[in-house]
């Protein structure tokens, strides 16, 4: 066998990058079933880097392959984001305790504080989708303040069937006023050096996510598609 030539590689990467937005964005939405000759015609490539990005997808459980069917985009299950919660929220809030640890400065904290203002912002401009971005952001550097490589590694991997779940929900949440006060106590926490609770405050807004966001899954009924 031939090893993939670099062009086929990027056409691979390119195909994965807008599949992968496609099933974010709802474009394909959950449940919806694709022959990949139609996934290659919608991308405007060969079906080499269509199936290439589509076994990735399917080992990240974004989708299956079936024989002789194609292609289905898998729904969020409620099961999966408890389980995936219940990880995130350790890890999280141990990388919350750490960073807490770190006696970081206001320069430190500055993408943490504006990732909290911009939520703000979103929030008072009725923007979910814009607060969506900035609570991803505040996350991932809540994460890395932690300085702990391997809960780094284990969170991005996580990362992407959560932002699949929160944009499913988004707008049938109620308005995240409760979840922005959540990011200042934490923040602050950090700021303080208290790292009992930074960790505690952190712990008790992600399972009050976890809750809302599986509810909503259960209620409308969108894992069984």
């Given amino acids: 066998m031939t090893n993939p030539t670099p062009k086929s590689q990027s056409n691979a990467q390119r195909a994965l990058h807008a599949l992968r937005e496609m ?22 490539m ?6 290439e990005a589509v076994l990735t997808l399917e080992a990240q459980g974004l989708l299956e392959l079936r024989p002789r069917k194609g292609v289905r985009i898998l729904p969020v299950s409620p099961d999966d984001m408890r389980e995936i919660y219940d990880v995130l929220t350790e ?16 320069r430190d904290l500055a993408d943490l504080a504006r990732a909290i203002e911009d939520m703000e912002i979103a929030v008072a401009a009725d923007n979910l989708e ?15 303040l932690g300085q702990n490589r391997r809960i780094e590694a284990i969170v991005m ?11 499913t929900t988004l707008f049938m ?3 995240p006023l409760k979840s922005n006060e959540a990011h200042r106590r934490v923040y ?19 399972q009050q996510a976890r809750e809302m966001l599986v509810k909503l899954l259960e209620r409308h009924r969108l894992h069984a598609l």
């Fill in 157 to 167: 991997m996580m990362r992407d069937q959560v932002r699949r779940a929160r944009a």
């Fill in 130 to 144: 814009q607060w969506s971005e900035a609570d991803d952001r505040f996350h991932g550097e809540l994460v890395r």
């Fill in 173 to 175: 949440r109620p308005v």
């Fill in 46 to 51: 060969s079906r080499t880097p269509v199936r």
């Fill in 23 to 44: 099933i974010f964005s709802g474009r394909l939405a959950a449940g919806s079933n694709h022959l990949e000759q139609e996934l290659a015609q919608l991308l405007e």
């Fill in 91 to 106: 890890l999280e809030s141990l990388a919350a305790e750490q960073a807490a640890q770190k006696g970081y400065g206001a």
């Fill in 188 to 206: 602050q926490a950090i700021e303080q050096g208290d790292a009992a609770i930074a960790r505690a405050a952190h712990r008790a807004h992600r």
